[in-house]
């Protein structure tokens, strides 16, 4: 996989990126990284260019969406959320190791954001696992691990053998959010696919599924720290 560059078309800054398992040309557009051209591996250079044009209202929308969560995100300086919860940030020089006290988080002075981020992994295994476990329980499924990782656009996933990824940030998002990708996983464990049936067994289990995808949707790129 090739390494992003930097190009413009217009007024839009965009990457491109080569990638040997595409096989068409695709744009995203990120809350934070920006607009990314994925080109396949012969596509020609003027594909991207092409690709930004033909899609630019398009991208200028998202980049309007991306702009309103960047503030979002903002708003909330000196703060971030719990499963649901406002955690204060406090900052202690010295420190390094974050401590949560009631409604408070220890942090270090300066640039906290990599000791939160461990914080976080550590207590993402902690809060998920409990809650896998019932769930697999109650499902009559068997989960035979459980990591705790940091996809970039995935919440979750299952392998055909059992193993279960869950994306640490989904400690940034309501208990319901994490309890139902929690509960779309397990699902996994009895239909792999997204079919009718995987659909049908969802619901079954968790009916609210359809409301809190949506507020994943809407709110997923907010999931981040400072």
């Not at 990457?15 to 809350?31: C, G």
């Not at 934070?32 to 594909?47: D, F, I, N, T, Y």
């Amino acid at each position: 996989m090739a390494e992003a560059q930097l190009q413009r078309s217009g007024e839009i800054s965009y990457t491109v990126r080569r990638s040997a398992r595409a096989r068409r040309v695709r744009v995203n557009v990120h809350a934070h990284a920006g607009v990314e051209v994925v080109l396949p591996a012969r596509a020609p250079e003027r594909a991207a260019a092409a690709a930004i044009v033909e899609l630019r209202p398009w991208i200028e929308r998202r980049l309007t969406e991306a702009s309103e969560l960047r503030r979002r995100v903002r708003e909330r300086a000196g703060t971030v959320p719990y499963l649901g919860v406002t955690l204060e940030l406090v900052a202690q020089p010295g420190r390094t190791r974050v401590h949560r006290d009631g409604a408070r988080l220890l942090v270090p002075d300066g640039d906290a954001r990599p000791a939160l981020e461990r914080f976080y992994r550590r207590a993402a295994r902690a809060e998920i696992a409990p809650r896998l476990d019932r769930a697999a329980a109650l499902s009559g499924s068997s989960c035979s691990a459980l990591s705790i990782r940091a996809q970039r656009t995935r919440w979750g996933s299952c392998s055909a053998g059992g193993r279960i990824s869950l994306n640490w940030r989904l400690l940034l998002a309501p208990e319901r959010v994490l309890e139902y990708v929690i509960w779309h996983e397990v699902c996994h464990l009895r239909v792999l696919d997204h079919s009718p049936r995987f659909w049908a067994l969802l619901e079954s289990h968790w009916p609210g599924y359809r409301e809190d995808r949506a507020w994943l949707r809407a709110n997923g790129a907010t999931l981040v720290l400072l």
